[in-house]
């Protein structure tokens, strides 16, 4: 990959997990929003490109909106310090300082910019996007939320998430939609125990870290380009089970996560909660086997100059990535017992 082989931006993807890092060791809140701003300043390198007008727009949005959500951060925690104990006061300051954090991490409803800058990024970019930039607006989340406020904001990302799928055409802005529903679970996961999220944020890296190295490797960035015939069947094969995997169906791997949380929601008695989650896990799985169902199924013509030919090596490395997808029940059973 071309980042390999650039020093500047390595030095930046340092930075970029040395930010994170000065944020979630920090001991102040003050420490906590120098640590966003160096990542907000190291991010935006990596995804600008002089020779990609999306890429420039994108990361143009981008620092527009993590900036006003750190000038609101930055606010809040100098408020907080000002301001003497007042429970009224409190619940206000603790709803604004959720509020930047979850505009930081593109959650719903403040998540009008994430489709729109994830349309304009590289595979990489977007998953260093999905998984790395959540970490620091999830942990700082998690020392100081207000729990009223997350249950609807957990709500609203999980059917804004579902919802916000069915009608995209464009793999990058689909995967944006899934990510959102995720973070709904996420910020429950979070808010249950920090351990079930680093369970649950592992397993979801490692998901869509498989399905944005077949995208990569594809070079594919719309559904209709899945419809080709000349793809090989063991990578269509793959795809279907790592979609599947993805969006928790109980044989695969990551239907272990949302197994234990839902267990969690029914013990607690969030009925509800548990309903919603449930059913907009479905929508999600529904909208990817429409993908897969078009991929096996629709023959289109078959073009003699396309050719798709995938070195021997990758092609066993996303066979053992499926098969470890496939075994998450049995792992998952021994987990339990």
């Given at each position: 990959?071309?980042?390999?082989?650039n020093s500047?931006?390595?030095?930046?993807?340092?930075?970029?997990?040395?930010s994170?890092?000065?944020?979630i060791?920090?001991?102040?809140?003050?420490?906590?929003?120098?640590?966003?701003?160096?990542n907000?300043?190291?991010?935006?390198?990596?995804?600008?490109?002089?020779?990609?007008?999306?890429?420039?727009?994108?990361?143009l949005?981008?620092f527009?909106t993590q900036s006003?959500?750190?000038?609101?951060?930055?606010?809040?925690?100098?408020l907080?310090?000002?301001?003497?104990k007042?429970?009224f006061?409190?619940?206000?300051?603790?709803?604004?300082?959720?509020?930047?954090?979850?505009?930081k991490?593109?959650?719903?409803?403040?998540?009008?910019?994430?489709?729109?800058?994830?349309?304009?990024?590289s595979?990489?970019?977007?998953?260093?996007?999905?998984t790395?930039q959540k970490?620091?607006p999830m942990?700082?989340?998690?020392?100081?939320?207000?729990?009223?406020?997350l249950?609807?904001m957990?709500?609203?990302?999980?059917m804004?998430g579902?919802i916000?799928?069915?009608n995209?055409?464009?793999?990058?802005?689909l995967?944006?939609?899934s990510?959102?529903?995720?973070?709904?679970?996420?910020?429950?996961?979070i808010?249950i125990?920090?351990?079930l999220?680093i369970?649950?944020?592992?397993?979801?890296?490692?998901?869509?870290?498989?399905?944005?190295?077949?995208?990569?490797?594809?070079n594919m960035?719309?559904?209709?380009?899945?419809?080709?015939?000349?793809i090989n069947?063991?990578?269509?094969?793959?795809l279907?089970?790592?979609?599947?995997?993805?969006?928790?169906?109980?044989?695969?791997?990551?239907?272990?996560p949302?197994?234990?949380?839902i267990?969690?929601?029914m013990t607690?008695?969030?009925?509800?909660?548990?309903?919603?989650?449930i059913?907009?896990?479905?929508?999600?799985?529904?909208?990817?086997?429409?993908i897969?169902?078009?991929?096996?199924?629709?023959?289109y013509f078959?073009?003699k100059?396309?050719?798709i030919?995938?070195?021997n090596?990758?092609?066993?490395?996303?066979?053992?990535?499926?098969?470890i997808s496939?075994s998450?029940?049995?792992?998952?059973?021994?987990?339990?017992?």
């Open positions: 990959m071309y980042f390999m082989l500047n931006k390595m030095f930046f993807i340092f930075v970029l997990f040395i994170t890092l000065i944020s060791s920090s001991n102040s809140w003050f420490g906590c929003w120098i640590g966003l701003e160096i907000l300043l190291s991010f935006i390198p990596l995804i600008s490109s002089p020779f990609n007008l999306l890429a420039s727009e994108a990361s949005k981008y527009l006003i959500a750190s000038i609101n951060f930055l606010f809040m925690i100098l907080k310090m000002i301001l003497f007042n429970f006061i409190d619940n206000i300051i603790s709803i604004m300082i959720n509020s930047s954090l979850l505009v991490m593109g959650s719903a409803p403040f998540h009008f910019w994430f489709p729109n800058i994830v349309e304009g990024l595979w990489f970019n977007n998953f260093i996007l999905m790395w970490i620091t942990i700082l989340l998690s020392y100081y939320f207000n729990k009223n406020f249950y609807l957990i709500i609203f990302n999980i804004i579902a916000g799928g069915l995209q055409t464009s793999l990058r802005k995967m944006a939609f990510s959102i529903n995720n973070l709904g679970w996420m910020i429950f996961a808010m125990s920090e351990n999220w369970f649950y944020f592992f397993l979801y890296s490692f998901l869509i870290s498989i399905m944005y190295l077949f995208f990569f490797n594809l960035f719309f559904i209709n380009q899945l419809f080709i015939n000349n069947p063991y990578i269509k094969m793959n279907l089970i790592n979609f599947l995997s993805l969006g928790g169906l109980p044989p695969f791997l990551g239907f272990l949302k197994w234990i949380m267990n969690f929601l607690n008695n969030f009925y509800l909660l548990t309903f919603l989650f059913m907009t896990s479905l929508i999600i799985i529904f909208f990817y086997i429409r897969i169902y078009s991929c096996f199924m629709l023959n078959k073009m100059w396309f050719k030919n995938l070195k090596n990758f092609l066993k490395l996303m066979n053992f990535f499926s098969m496939i998450g029940m049995i792992i998952s059973t021994f987990l339990f017992l």
